[in-house]
């Protein structure tokens, strides 16, 4: 028998039916080793020995594929065709050996870039060893991974008081987008002027925009304000034009190569709006295999990948596909070949492409986010192969006599789609630069404004990134691998250093504050080419052309002293070179840190557990604190802050502040004056002093429980509005109710939750109360929930049928339709039922047995959490 080992259990599922019943194939589950999340894992004292974990969830399956492995002939690595397969190959047979289950068995490598029967069985013709020199490429990226997070992270733990932790490639990616931003905070806008005029020539209408005034070709600055393109909106509409000048010429579009990980990911989210995570899943079931017809077949190649090259049978497949589609024209006379442009790329695997262009989108009838996947895949690799489209680009000039005043008039016509008939790559920022269609014109026609119109417009910033821009830059920049760019993008947003709005990364407080102190004090570590250097020194250890524990030592010699000299530095003498880096955005001109409050106190950064604030260095006797930014503009208040008015009860004035919890109200100054934080949809710019008193008159008292007389009251807490009485809290569904909520609304709120309902949010809302059920006495009552009206006694909830109004429903009708329910599900009526047995001994000695027979539900979960996609340690994480 031969044991197979993959890490996939839908791959295995696959494999094994190609293979046949000579093979068992079994799944380690992804890694199922890694470095305990503890110092001392990786020992540079001892030349960087490292200690592995076994995963707790991984040791019951090694101890089957031990017992597989024993059994058998000859074990077969599987794994992956990249260095995590490798190293999870490494990390299997390493377990295997200290179990002893390997002893003289040979053991064999086969990889392929397909999970389709003829990829399978071809690969295991061609059997190989372990390629050590890749797995080195993984230990030495490993412990560089882990020497930075566990030196580099508790230094911002002990300085930075809220930082969670620094990787050494997100933290470059963390730059990245906070330095955009910072080009966005100091770009200046610029205003520009533009015009623009409705033209005809021989009937024929066109647009043609000013391109010289007074003689000189104008630039894009020339026409500075209104008054100047006034005057240039006058030239063009009392000028003379004539077309002094008309070119076409002929031009061609190429399509892009096949997907590469990188590109897969910036087109998903372009096209289809997908995250680089969701993007990457849904790629990972498409590889291991979809059923089709009843068999399981790897739809795409691997995609982990950053080659561009396609394999020659896929080649002539795509030739055969695209002429039978389109016809001959569309085929090209030769296979075009590509190759890859990005930095540091490694070209040993094929591009990402269907495992057969036959298989067509619409004929497989994927659903959800495999079928959108799979077409984009499949139409980017026939595009690839396809006829250049060719196009017709047109430029006429327009001119009057003298020559002062020009225009210019641009377009473009497609003469034959080509690729373009199937697929064309989408853009971050499109801009229409070609124009559109122009008529056909003639040099030395007369042309006719009969419109002329001046446009204002002003720079702006560059935009922040996407997931789609930032993935790209840093394939540009050389940062982490194809692999590894999902889980980088993730971690970021996993801790909090960045946000999404708007599809787009914007830096958090913290976040900035971790790359400022990175960059003040271990600047050399988060320098782009530094880090691309890095990548370029691990790629030559996968080449076999450097010493992967060379590499950590010359890494370590110079990084371990920075981070100890670092953890020497006093936590304020850190503080005050962040204010200085900061200083021109935290406290903007002279004067910028004074405090506004007490005049005589300085503003400093605060870190915090939660978020960094601003500070007075007089505390306690002066708090005044603002949120981590620049103040408002008039400089006198942290941004937000205002008076809202005065308090007709008390006289005192209600402030509306930001603090380091958000933004809040105040009544008065003082010691501990009064405050209500804002709650959850309400905006400060909305607030006035009706809505902060109110806030700062809760908890509101709504009346008197009529059951005991005690006071019930309306506030917002933790968890969100409430009413509340005698210790019981029951939700409310918005805030607005807090304000507005009566006697009887908040007494069947509280009785809804001492019923067991939970009450508030999502929870149903009493319409009627029918009385007192006639069996037992218990209230009848109709309710309001989520899936419309209901009865509801005790435990049993009864749907009133569509047409019934709720409003007409009596008590009997109730207790008829509770009764039909009980009926359907008599085990929750009859607890007592279940009771009787148990004072029988026979039954009684089962009963003691039952606990075993649970353990069935408990396999079933861990079956079902066997199922799941194998999870990867990313070396990035």
């Not at 001892?46 to 492995?69: G, N, P, Q, Y």
């Not at 279940?834 to 029988?840: F, H, L």
Request: proline letters at 7%; one cysteine or more.
């Amino acid at each position: 028998m031969n044991l197979v080992i993959v890490e996939s259990p839908a791959k295995a599922k696959t494999i094994n039916k190609y293979l046949g019943s000579d093979y068992k194939v079994l799944a380690s589950y992804g890694h199922v080793r890694d470095l305990p999340p503890r110092d001392g894992s990786v020992r540079p004292d001892e030349d960087f020995a490292m200690s592995w974990e076994v995963d707790a969830k991984a040791s019951k399956r090694l101890s089957e594929i031990a017992e597989a492995a024993k059994a058998s002939d000859r074990i077969i690595l599987a794994t992956d065709p990249d260095r995590e397969g490798e190293a999870i190959s490494w990390h299997v047979l390493d377990v295997l050996r200290s179990k002893r289950a390997v002893k003289d068995k040979p053991v064999e490598r086969v990889v392929f870039n397909a999970i389709t029967r003829s990829a399978v069985t071809e690969a295991m013709k061609s059997p190989r060893q372990i390629d050590m020199e890749l797995v080195e490429a993984y230990l030495a990226r490993r412990a560089l991974d882990y020497l930075v997070g566990f030196n580099l992270s508790p230094v911002l733990w002990r300085k930075l008081p809220g930082a969670r932790s620094a990787g050494r490639v997100q933290s470059v990616a963390l730059r990245l987008v906070v330095d955009r931003e910072i080009e966005i905070e100091r770009f200046i806008t610029r205003e520009y002027w533009t015009v623009e005029a409705d033209m005809t020539s021989a009937g024929a209408p066109f647009i043609a925009r000013m391109s010289v005034h007074e003689g000189r070709k104008l630039t894009k600055f020339d026409l500075p304000d209104a008054d100047a393109a006034e005057a240039a909106r006058r030239a063009v509409e009392t000028g003379a034009f004539t077309i002094s000048a008309v070119e076409k010429k002929p031009a061609k579009r190429s399509p892009a190569p096949p997907f590469t990980t990188s590109t897969l990911q910036q087109e998903a989210a372009r096209k289809l709006g997908f995250s680089a995570q969701r993007t990457m899943q849904a790629a990972q079931k498409l590889y291991e295999g979809v059923d089709i017809g009843g068999e399981t077949v790897g739809l795409i190649t691997y995609m982990r990948t950053d080659g561009v090259q396609s394999a020659p049978e896929a080649l002539q497949e795509a030739r055969q596909v695209i002429s039978g589609l389109f016809g001959a024209d569309y085929v090209p006379e030769s296979a075009r070949q590509y190759r890859t442009k990005a930095r540091n790329a490694q070209e040993a695997h094929e591009a990402i492409r269907p495992t057969s262009l036959a298989r067509n989108p619409g004929s497989l009838r994927l659903e959800g986010d495999l079928g959108r996947l799979y077409e984009l895949i499949w139409k980017r690799m026939l595009a690839s192969q396809m006829e250049s489209a060719r196009i017709e680009r047109t430029t006429v000039d327009l001119s009057t006599p003298d020559g002062r005043t020009g225009l210019r008039a641009t377009g473009q016509v497609v003469l034959f789609e080509g690729y373009l008939k199937v697929y064309e790559e989408g853009r971050d920022d499109p801009e229409d630069e070609e124009g559109g269609r122009l008529p056909a014109l003639s040099q030395g026609a007369a042309a006719e404004v009969r419109k002329a119109k001046a446009d204002q417009h002003f720079t702006e910033p560059p935009p922040r990134y996407s997931e789609a821009s930032l993935v790209r830059k840093m394939e540009e920049l050389g940062i982490g691998r194809p692999s590894t760019y999902a889980s980088i993008l993730s971690v970021l947003r996993d801790r909090s250093y960045v946000r999404m709005e708007k599809n787009r990364f914007i830096p958090e407080d913290k976040g900035r504050l971790v790359t400022v102190f990175l960059e003040s004090y271990f600047n050399r570590y988060v320098e782009y080419d530094f880090t691309a250097a890095l990548e370029e020194k691990l790629d030559q250890v996968s080449a076999g052309d450097l010493d992967w524990k060379a590499l950590l030592r010359e890494f370590w010699v110079e990084f371990q002293p920075a981070t100890a000299e670092v953890l020497k530095q006093p936590t304020r003498d850190v503080i005050e070179v962040l204010n200085t880096t900061l200083g021109p955005f935290l406290f903007p001109g002279e004067g910028g840190r004074t405090c506004p409050k007490c005049g005589t106190g300085e503003l400093s950064l605060k870190p915090s557990r939660f978020e960094p604030f601003i500070g007075c260095s007089n505390y306690p006797e002066c708090r005044y604190t603002r949120k981590f930014g620049p103040p408002s503009e008039d400089g006198d208040a942290p941004s937000g802050d205002r008076e809202l008015g005065t308090d007709p009860e008390t006289g005192l004035t209600v402030f509306l502040k930001s603090g380091r919890f958000g933004p809040f109200v105040q009544l008065g100054e003082g010691e501990k004056p009064k405050r209500a934080s804002l709650p959850k949809g309400w905006s400060p710019e909305a607030m006035d002093l009706e809505k902060g008193l109110r806030l700062l008159r809760l908890p509101r008292e709504i009346g008197l429980h009529p059951e005991d007389g005690a006071v019930i009251l309306a506030g917002i807490g933790r968890y969100g509005p409430f009413v509340q009485h005698a210790g019981v809290y029951a939700n409310l569904p918005g805030v607005d109710e807090v304000f507005e909520v009566g006697v009887n609304r908040a007494v069947a709120l509280l009785a809804e939750k001492k019923a067991g309902g939970r009450g508030g949010r999502g929870a149903a809302a009493a319409l009627r109360e029918l009385g007192a059920h006639p069996a037992d006495g218990a209230p009848v009552r109709i309710l309001s929930g989520r899936f419309g009206p209901y009865v509801k006694h005790g435990d049993v909830n009864a749907n009133i049928p569509r047409g019934d109004d709720p409003q007409t429903l009596t008590l009997e009708d109730a207790v008829a339709l509770i009764a039909a329910r009980a009926a359907k599900s008599p085990a929750k009526t009859k607890p007592a039922a279940r009771a009787k047995p148990a004072a029988k001994p026979k039954v009684a000695a089962k009963a003691k047995a039952a606990p075993k027979a649970k353990a069935a539900p408990k396999a079933k979960a861990t079956a079902a959490a066997r199922a799941r996609p194998p999870r990867k340690s990313s070396p990035e994480s």
